[in-house]
């Protein structure tokens, strides 16, 4: 059985960008995972050299490992970029950000995520995903409307070629900067516009609990667009990013509700250690069990549909080389 679970870098270790990153694979194929979501740099604008993205894949690779997914970098990242001695003043990393109204900037962010897009395809990873902060504000007037959508659908019509090219798709996660609704309303501007062939949604289940609390409108409405996810538990306050059935998120009904969409699983932990006080061997190996048995649940889920006559073959959107 396929299972996917998130690569998170760990700066404590002094090499962790290839000597830990080797580690954490190592447990991870060791746990029986066959999956990863690569997440190392996405919150930051670290361009990725063509050196990096060939070692980096080569490590996965040797590792015996496959990408489910690569998450990209919009280039707004709540990280210090230039630091004094402390106290003194900072600066948030914004100057590569794909939705800014200064051209330079918007064209330097889209230059970010074509080098993302450049590391999924070495990957052979069928996607991104990528924040698109929409807030509430959106579309409380026209103005704003236009502000928001103007540089964001620049930046997509021209990153779209590329990602066709390369066979990969963009999946726009599930954020909390906005309601549900102005999610939706995202999603539906986003998909007039766009064929399933290059951009999708991120079901961030965590994050929708948060902003919907017990229900899934977004998988009822958008379930042909679901291609990538990000599965975690909380308890409905706070972010916490648990490993299911830790939190409080209904798990079966989650299942159901992914069985119901042709999402091409395995689904993706995003779970990082650090929530937990065990080694990081222990983790994985814990991990993979909770993994195991969420994937038997959405089997079991399309097992039933598909015996009661409904649709619930999984169909796959996009296929890379």
């Known amino acids: 059985m396929d299972t996917c679970i998130t690569v998170w870098h760990w700066p404590h270790q002094e090499r962790w960008y290839d000597e830990g990153i080797r580690n954490s694979l190592t447990l991870i194929k060791e746990a029986g995972f066959t999956h990863i979501n690569w997440n190392p740099d996405s919150g930051s604008s670290y361009w990725l050299a063509d050196a990096e993205i060939e070692f980096t894949s080569r490590i996965v690779a040797d590792a015996g490992l496959k990408v489910h997914s690569v998450h990209a970098s919009n280039g707004r990242n709540p990280i210090t970029e230039i630091g004094y001695k402390n106290p003194g003043p900072f ?109 999708g949604v991120c079901f961030d289940c965590g994050h929708w609990e948060l902003i919907e609390p017990g229900k899934l409108s977004v998988l009822e409405r958008f379930a042909d667009r679901v291609i990538a996810t990000h599965i975690h538990d909380n308890f409905g306050a706070v972010d916490d990013h648990l490993l299911p059935f830790d939190g409080r998120l209904d798990w079966h009904t989650i299942a159901s509700a992914i069985a119901s969409t042709p999402y091409q699983t395995p689904l993706n932990f995003e779970t990082p250690i650090d929530r937990y006080g065990i080694p990081e061997s222990a983790y994985y190996r814990r991990a993979h069990g909770v993994a195991v048995r969420l994937e038997e649940m959405v089997a079991e889920a399309r097992e039933r549909k598909s015996s009661d006559g409904e649709c619930a073959c999984p169909r796959q959107f996009f296929t890379t080389s």
């Open 91 to 199: 600066a948030m990393e914004t100057r590569k950000d794909f939705l800014s109204p200064h051209e330079w900037q918007r064209r330097s962010g889209v230059e970010l995520l074509r080098n993302r897009v450049d590391l999924a395809a070495a990957f052979q990873s069928p996607n991104i995903v990528l924040h698109i902060e929409i807030n509430d504000n959106v579309f409380g007037s026209e103005a704003a409307e236009r502000a928001f959508f103007d540089p964001l659908f620049q930046s997509l019509d021209e990153i779209r070629p590329y990602c066709v090219e390369k066979g990969v798709q963009i999946a726009a996660e599930t954020l909390l900067c906005a309601n549900a609704q102005n999610f939706l309303n995202l999603y539906d501007r986003l998909f007039a516009r766009y064929g399933k062939e290059f951009i």
